[in-house]
């Protein structure tokens, strides 16, 4: 059984960071692509950034230079580091892992994902 689990969200300050993780389980986590989404009160879960099981990462264009996606596949764990947060970035995040071994592709949709954790809250105060 698949299961993710994220942690490291918080409350922070406008221009301030925060480091998630996403420790998984149940999968050869190597062999897949992992993700981070996000989904603000309101709005739709949104592509934040993706790691391919050979470690090139996507970020999508509004967290592109502030945010790192990064993985340690001896412990399982994904990483989100996300540096000079705004208001703008406040949402629950979400863990995600790769429907399909060695599969390459941009991983910026959904659908391309068949497991998720439960989210952890992001609040950035002005």
């Known amino acids: 059984q698949v299961q993710l689990v994220e942690s490291g969200g918080g409350l922070v300050q406008a221009g301030g960071s925060l480091r998630l993780s996403c420790g998984a389980s149940?999968?050869?986590?190597?062999?897949?692509?992992m993700g981070w989404f996000r989904q603000a009160p309101g709005k739709e879960r949104e592509f934040v950034a993706a790691?391919?099981?050979?470690?090139?990462?996507a970020y999508a264009t509004s967290v592109k230079g502030r945010f790192t996606i990064s993985r340690d596949t001896t412990k399982n764990t994904l990483y989100l580091q996300m540096n000079s947060l705004s208001p703008g970035d406040t949402a629950i995040y979400y863990c995600?892992?790769?429907?399909?071994?060695?599969?390459?592709?941009?991983?910026?949709?959904?659908?391309?994902?068949?497991?998720w954790g439960q989210g952890t809250q992001v609040t950035v105060s002005a």
């Open positions: 995600t892992v790769g429907a399909t071994p060695f599969r390459t592709g941009s991983y910026s949709s959904a659908w391309e994902y068949d497991y």
């Open positions: 149940g999968r050869t986590f190597s062999s897949y692509a």
């Open positions: 790691i391919s099981w050979n470690a090139i990462s």
